[in-house]
């Protein structure tokens, strides 16, 4: 990762959450009931499959920021207030897509407001929320952009925010991630395809 790429995650975590969740969030209008069952680029997952480990994935977000860590074993326990990643978002099983608009619209908020946190526990590492933060950006865009393929659409990540995301996904995708995590990277000709199709690429994901 260069200077900038490093500087971005210590000082525009958050603000590159919230461009990757609006991306995300545009592709959504592009589900519609009947698209449930198509396959994804995840290989193994259909669309309905896909929105609720994002409503997951958001909900991780939510507990990360609110909370100053993640517990992996899913123990969440706590009254069920406004702003708390556990109150009723609707439910995902019943209407996915409108469930994770709701969690989305909750948890970059409390990203937005929250006052000067400290690092962030997740298992036995203690991580800056920038660094959550970014990371929480590549896997909301990348699944955004699969979305969008299970509807038959060629929905580009922005190239600004593919080529930010890009120099950053080598910080959160190692050898060790593949293939359990992330399938193989995908070598491309990079004078020939665009950020978003590179972006994709080396999370496994075949452009076209």
Not at 68 to 82: N, Q, R, S, Y
Not at 107 to 115: F, Y
Not at 195 to 208: I, T
Request: hydrophobic share 45%; charged share 20%; aromatic share 6%.
């Amino acid at each position: 990762m260069n200077a900038t790429g490093m500087t971005t995650v210590v000082t525009g975590g958050v603000a590159l959450l919230e461009r990757a969740m609006a991306y995300t969030l545009g592709g959504l209008l592009l589900v519609t009931p009947e698209a449930m069952t198509n396959p994804t680029p995840c290989e193994g997952w259909d669309l309905r499959a896909l929105l609720l480990h994002m409503n997951d994935s958001l909900l991780t977000l939510h507990e990360a920021i609110a909370f100053g860590h993640v517990d992996i074993d899913g123990d969440v326990g706590g009254a069920k207030e406004p702003g708390d990643p556990y109150a009723d978002y609707g439910d995902p099983a019943l209407d996915p897509v409108a469930s994770l608009r709701n969690r989305a619209c909750r948890m970059i908020g409390a990203w937005a407001n929250a006052p000067a946190p400290g690092d962030i526990s997740i298992a036995d590492r203690q991580l800056t929320p920038g660094i959550v933060a970014a990371a929480g950006a590549v896997e909301v865009a990348v699944h955004g952009w699969d979305v969008a393929r299970a509807c038959g659409q060629d929905r580009q990540v922005p190239a600004a925010l593919a080529e930010e995301l890009l120099d950053l996904s080598p910080l959160f995708v190692r050898d060790a991630d593949r293939p359990t995590r992330f399938a193989p990277r995908l070598d491309l000709a990079w004078d020939l395809d665009t950020p978003s199709d590179r972006l994709v690429a080396f999370l496994g994901r075949r452009p076209h």
